[in-house]
C-alpha cells in the first residue's frame, strides 16, 4: 500500500514537472515570437583578393579593418531569418615605396540565415547567403622622380556569398554572434574581385 501511495505521489511529481517544463517551452516560444528583432554591433575584417590589379597582371590581396551594425528578424518561419545593415572599412595601402592607396568602403548587405534548429537554443548555429551591394572610393598616389600625381577611382560593385555562422546566447537579451563566409564579384566592375568575411560581434533582442 506504502509503495503504491509512493510510486502515485512520484508520477505525480514528474507529470507536474513535466506539465510546467512545457508550459515554460511555451512561454519562451511566445516571448520569442513577440520579440523576433535583434540588433548587432560586430568587428568585421575582410581579405579582399584580385587575379589582376589596375597596373599589373600581377595577383594581390589586401586586409580591410571594419565594423557592422546591423538588424536581424528571425520570425520569417522556424528556420529562416533575414539580416540587413552597413559596414564600414578603411585602410590606407602602400603599395610600394613611391606609390600608396588609401581606399574607404561602404557596403550594404542583406543577407538570409537558415538555421539548423526549428528552435532558439543556447547555440544555434546557421547557414547564409548574402547579396551585397559595395561602394568603394580609391585615391591613388604615385610619386614618380620629380613629379606627384593624384587618381580617384569609386567603384559600385554587387556581390554574393555564402557562409555560416552561429549565436551563443551569454545571457536574456544578450548574445555573442560569429560569422564567415566567401563571396565574389557579380559583374568587372572590380576585375575578378573576391574577398572573405570575418565577422564577431555582440546582439542584443530588442
Do not use: C
Not at 45 to 67: A, H, R, V, W
Not at 96 to 125: G, I
Not at 137 to 149: A, F, I
Request: no cysteine; glycine share 6%; charged share 20%.
Amino acid at each position: 500500500m506504502k509503495n503504491a501511495f509512493f510510486l502515485t505521489t512520484l508520477l505525480t511529481i514528474i507529470s507536474f514537472l513535466n506539465i510546467a517544463g512545457q508550459k515554460a517551452t511555451d512561454q519562451d516560444r511566445m516571448k520569442q515570437s513577440q520579440r523576433p528583432w535583434s540588433f548587432s554591433m560586430s568587428y568585421t575584417p575582410q581579405i579582399t583578393f584580385s587575379k589582376n590589379s589596375s597596373d599589373s597582371n600581377e595577383p594581390y590581396k589586401y586586409l580591410l579593418y571594419g565594423f557592422n551594425g546591423r538588424f536581424d528578424y528571425r520570425n520569417i518561419n522556424e528556420r529562416v531569418s533575414i539580416s540587413f545593415g552597413a559596414t564600414f572599412r578603411q585602410k590606407p595601402i602602400n603599395v610600394n615605396n613611391s606609390n600608396n592607396q588609401n581606399l574607404t568602403q561602404f557596403e550594404f548587405p542583406v543577407q538570409v540565415n537558415y538555421h539548423l534548429n526549428k528552435e532558439v537554443n543556447k547555440v544555434d548555429p546557421y547557414l547564409k547567403t548574402t547579396f551585397k551591394l559595395t561602394y568603394l572610393k580609391e585615391k591613388y598616389t604615385r610619386q614618380d622622380p620629380g613629379t606627384v600625381s593624384l587618381a580617384d577611382g569609386i567603384y559600385y560593385s554587387p556581390s554574393v556569398a555564402i557562409g555560416i555562422g552561429t549565436v551563443i546566447k551569454t545571457g536574456k537579451n544578450f548574445s555573442f554572434i560569429l560569422e564567415s563566409d566567401i563571396g565574389y564579384g557579380i559583374i568587372n566592375t572590380l576585375p575578378n574581385r573576391g574577398y572573405t568575411d570575418l565577422l564577431i560581434g555582440i546582439r542584443y533582442n530588442l
